[in-house]
């Protein structure tokens, strides 16, 4: 049994803490192991190969086998294990669109699992970055628009995660700009950097994730790996993070010892700044240690709490829990009479299905950044629709005409790669100098930039240049809508897309997200009736792409406040297309709020004609506002036969009604008359709101939970 084994027996058994383990480590380290705990364990030259090496298995930082100390063995990503042949699930803004934390759980449970089956023992799926604006190239790695619902799906994941790995949530803060996010400078005052943009991270962190990793952006004047604003005084001093914190990988940190003092622990992934720089020396020792014992007591500590026994991972399941989230994330935007009844789910029999668009035959997993996940198999629409009507003819055809004497037709259209992800490339040429001679010389740099933007094994990704589809696929749509009046959108994308021009010109419309490895199959499902679509929009799609809040791809500096999406749409008189969490399904309910205490009391009924699901939402408003910007504050998934009524107790998170004092840190009621709404969406009517009395506005810390 080794000396880190031993450590873990005894802090299992409740015979030694986590911080006492942790300081008997330390105490036998030597001060070049110390050293070793506080950077990533590759060479520098390594990072040519790092898109192999994470693919591989798990990247490795502060492993000291003398001791038996396992080191942080990291795994992306958020939408499955990035190592060898995993499950590949929806991303992250499909699984929001559920709406369903319990199901969010069960998902990082089964990541969780993989990932430690296949050596990893720290997962870094936790992406709870604000959709300030869709262009964001990296927005299908989050959860959305509002805070509530990030928050309380990134925990969600979070707990399923920490069974098996330790979980890390990202990035710590304000990254939402892809293009720029190396170097761009995000200013903020107090009241929006805490109420809007930080809430969700503190739910994550009181869920238990061992660590957060910071972002590459600054945020007023100071990059987020020196920036102790964000790292000591909010992470540790006000929310009381104990866990460690690690930069983004490469260029996420800036100075070995500027980032230690303001809190930093790891440096990812590389030997670079801490191994040149950074030496254990009377200045310097009392931070080594304080990160040391960050490390290894939850290192410790997460080894003694997580399930003893191995995972056994059954693919099947994790597939068939793949096709399940992508069924209850797609969202139904439209579905309008055809002959007098809703085109979906598709009726009559079905011999000739036309389906159309680039689209249909691709597996449609999304980005190819460092969230890239490879599974064993994929489904396209076309192969879903096949699979599923078997006595049908189901052509894949390029034109209008050859759909129009079909009993229907699927147009599939939307984005990929080349239209936003991860943009992996650092487009400073200097930003090659970390490798050495002779990457510091400037006709280097600039043929090294050139050769990587060429050579990755990653998608281009980047912020998206339109919030529109693309023209070709706009014409598509037209043209097929008119041959045949029985046409079904089947949108692929990650984010908002503008659909003005063509959305009023088809009968139904469902965003179907990138949908992961059984999304095709899930696709087929619901268009064919199969399955009902469950999906409650997780931002607001608007009308118009100059209702959104500024956006600047190439910023160097940006400022954000508080209103962004239907927040901004509602201050401003601007009705959305789709307003925040709508989406339809193929039966219809009735939601009654009866009472709001603790809780808030909702009777929920089916009333149709087929068995379905709905999303209970709550929003909290200023009824004395001349113009009220009702915000979410709590909501719950709730499933009914037809006919059957039932009353569900909703838990409320009261933080969007909550301010913050900057300088005493405690938080209170917002002026105004604050009433609750129950809604199936974002509210166009306050007809049978209650008042928000005292006795259910008990918190105070603004815990976005």
Known sequence: MTTFEDAVRRVRAGSLSSGAAADGLVAALTDDELLWLLDGDLPVRAAVRLPALIKAGPVVAGAIPRLGIPGIRFSDGPRGVVMGRSTAFPVTMERAATWDPAL????????????????????????????????????????????????????????????????????????????????????VDAHPLHEVYLPHFKAVVDAGAESVMSAYNAVNGAHADQNAVLLTDILRDEWGFTGFVTSDWVWGTHDAVTSLEAGLDVEMPLRMHRARHLRVGPATRPLVLRSARRILATTVGHYAARDPDEPAVDASAHRSLAHEVAVRGAVLLRNEPVDGTPLLPLRGPIRRLAVLGRLATAPNLGDRGSSMVDPPTTSSPLAGLRAALPAAEVSHVDSAAAAASADAAVVVVGMGPADEGERITNDDPASFAFLGFPFTLRPVQRLAARLARRATRFGPGGDRTSLTLHGADEALIAAVAAANPRTVVVVIGGSAILMESWRSRVPAILLAWYPGMAGGAAIADILTGAAEPGGRLPFAVPTDADHLPFFDRDAKTIRYDAWWGQRKLDRDGRRAAYPFGFGLGYTTFEIALREVSDVAGVRVTNTGGRAGSTVVQLYAFDADAERPVPQLIGFQRVALDPGAVTDVEVALDLTPTRRRDPATRTWSRRPGRWRVVAAAHHPDSFAGAVDLTSSSDRGGTGDGR
């Open 104 to 187: 969010e759980e069960r998902v990082g449970l089964a990541m969780g699992a993989e990932a430690r089956a296949l050596g990893a023992n720290y997962s870094g799926a936790v992406c709870v970055n604000l959709l300030r604006h869709p262009a964001w190239g990296r927005a299908q790695e989050c959860y959305g628009e509002d805070p509530v619902l990030t928050g309380r799906m990134g925990a969600a994941l979070t707990r399923g995660l920490r069974r098996n790995v330790m979980a890390c949530v990202k990035h710590f803060a304000l990254n939402s700009i892809e293009n720029a996010r190396f170097r761009v400078d995000v200013e």
